[in-house]
Structure formats: structure tokens, C-alpha cells
């Protein structure tokens, strides 16, 4: 005998469908992320048996997802490693300084607070009007440093993604003419600091979404979060059209980071092409200097080294 469903009844099997595709999709997500941060961690032995991570926590949605999924990744980690999370309270006017404490005493992570007025020194130094990026991300940095060595961690983790990244490579290609980015790991410029980017792999897009699924407080920069016209701004917003014109693009850009042949750039200083000379050997990966380069069609690649795929007709 078929059962005859009244509205309401047809009504709530679809809420509870909805409800678990979404439960579902938030799973998927979870997982993605976990995966390419520790994929990340592992492709640069970021995290290493016994390190004490310092996790710089600013209340943006970045930090926040970092922080979350360390301590997920933590908790079935092969080495054991430690965690503290960050916060520099620079003073900012309006601040809500109790909603980070509250949120990590929530969470059971040890953290500390440190508490600089790096804000008057900016708003004191830098002309009304003029980017206040620059001497506040130094300020930051040194008294980053500084804590770091306090709290003797071997590691400082910072919230920065894959977008992050690409917008790094093309600011310096666009403004400072360098081909250079930003790296996953590196020493700090004190050369006291080994500082991490776990974030890597991951799209802006997913933490994004995460930051939706899991509520995080979010707490606005209002020292710079008015300034619209900033030139990381400029070229976040071109990468984002890139991406929604031109699926796959930032992935193939992304790939290239990872796939650099100095033998086809210009850099002497990282090729010996005053002492260039034939050898006589046949060399796949040599100069057709009378072909046609030929491309690969568009799609979506792997982050991994050797599979960027470039479409020149979408440039």
C-alpha cells in the first residue's frame, strides 16, 4: 500500500534533505581542508616532532581557520607538537578585546595576548590620507618576533592562503618588478625565526565557507579596512574576476609557482647563459627555438609541480 505524503509532510522531507546535503557539503569541506593543509605541512616539513607552533591569531576569518584546523590536524598527527595562539591587540579604537580571549579559553587552547599601541604610532607617523599597511605590518612583525622568543616557539604559523600568494607575486611583478612571492617557509629576516604559511594550498574561497560553518567572531581591521583603493586590494579583485571568467586559471598561475625553469627567464644571476654552449646531447626539455609553442587546452590542475596548463586564448 503507498503512503499518500500531505504537503507539510512532503515539506519537511525536503527541509531534512536540505539539511543533510548541506551537513554533507560542510563534511566534504572540512576534509578538503585538512587535507591540503597537511598536505602542505608535509610537501615543506613544516611541522616537525616536538615544535611549538605560534599561532598568530588576528580575528579575521584566515587566522581563525588556521588555527581550527591545526588543532584538528593536531589531535592525528604522526609527531606530537604543540600549539599557542597569538593575539597582538594593536589599541584600536572600539576594539572588543574580550571576544578573542573568550573565544580561546572556549576552544581549551593555551594562548597569550600582547598588548602594543602600535595604533597611535601609525596614526602619529603616517600622513592622513597615505597606506598604513607597510610601517604597521613592520611594527607587527617585530613585536611578533619578539613574543616568539618569549614563549620560546620554534614555529610562527601565519593565516596566509593561496590567493594571498598570487596576489604577492603579481604586486611585486607589477609595482617592484621582481619575480618573486610568497613563501610557504622561510627564516624571518632576524634569522631567529623559522615562519610557516600551513595555508598554502587552500583557496580564499573555502575559508570563506568555513568561516560560515563555524561562526567565528570575525573582528574587522579598522585600521586599514577603510583604505579600498590599496594595491593588494586592486589585484585580489582581478584575480577574482580571472577566476569567475576563467575557471581554472588561478590554479595553472598557482601550479607555475612551483614550476620555474630559470633556464627560460632572464636572471642572470640564476642561469649561466654567458657560458652557454652546445653539447652535442639531445635535451628534451632544451629550447624549439624555430617551433610553435603549443598549449595545452584549459582545465583544472593539480597544485603539484609539472601540470600548470596555460589557455592563451582567455588571456
Not at 12 to 31: P, T, W
Not at 91 to 97: A, R, S, T
Request: glycine share 6%; with cysteine; hydrophobic share 40%.
Amino acid at each position: 500500500m503507498n503512503a499518500i505524503w500531505t504537503d507539510d509532510e512532503q515539506a519537511a522531507s525536503k527541509r531534512v534533505q536540505s539539511v543533510m546535503k548541506i551537513e554533507r557539503e560542510d563534511h566534504k569541506l572540512e576534509k578538503r581542508l585538512c587535507r591540503e593543509v597537511g598536505r602542505a605541512i608535509v610537501d615543506f616539513n613544516m611541522i616537525e616532532a616536538g615544535d611549538k607552533v605560534m599561532v598568530c591569531v588576528s580575528g579575521g576569518k584566515d587566522s581563525y581557520a588556521m588555527l581550527d584546523i591545526l588543532l584538528k590536524l593536531q589531535t592525528r598527527a604522526p609527531v606530537r607538537f604543540d600549539l599557542i595562539a597569538v593575539n597582538l591587540d594593536q589599541k584600536q579604537p572600539g576594539f572588543p578585546e574580550h571576544i578573542l580571549p573568550d573565544y580561546l579559553r572556549q576552544l581549551g587552547v593555551p594562548f597569550h595576548i600582547e598588548n602594543q599601541d602600535t595604533y597611535s604610532i601609525v596614526k602619529r607617523v603616517i600622513p592622513e590620507g597615505k597606506t598604513l599597511c607597510s610601517l604597521c605590518s613592520r611594527l607587527r612583525r617585530g613585536i611578533l618576533y619578539r613574543v616568539a622568543g618569549e614563549l620560546k616557539a620554534t614555529k610562527i604559523a601565519l593565516g596566509h592562503h593561496r590567493d594571498d600568494m598570487l596576489q604577492t607575486f603579481f604586486l611585486n611583478m607589477f609595482f617592484a618588478a621582481k619575480l618573486k612571492g610568497m613563501p610557504p617557509k622561510l627564516v624571518s629576516d632576524d634569522g631567529k625565526n623559522i615562519v610557516i604559511r600551513p595555508m598554502a594550498y587552500v583557496c580564499e574561497k573555502d575559508l570563506t565557507r568555513w568561516a560560515e560553518v563555524r561562526a567565528f567572531p570575525i573582528i574587522p581591521c579598522t585600521l586599514c579596512g577603510s583604505q579600498e583603493n590599496l594595491q593588494r586590494k586592486q589585484v585580489g579583485n582581478l584575480l577574482r574576476e580571472w577566476d569567475k571568467k576563467f575557471p581554472g586559471r588561478l590554479e595553472n598561475m598557482f601550479a607555475s609557482l612551483q614550476n620555474i625553469v630559470p633556464s627560460h627567464l632572464m636572471d642572470r644571476k640564476q642561469h649561466d647563459f654567458r657560458n652557454i654552449r652546445a653539447t652535442g646531447t639531445a635535451d628534451a626539455d632544451g629550447d624549439k627555438a624555430f617551433d610553435a609553442e603549443e598549449f595545452s587546452a584549459p582545465g583544472l590542475v593539480s597544485s603539484r609541480p609539472g601540470l600548470a596548463v596555460v589557455d592563451l586564448n582567455s588571456l
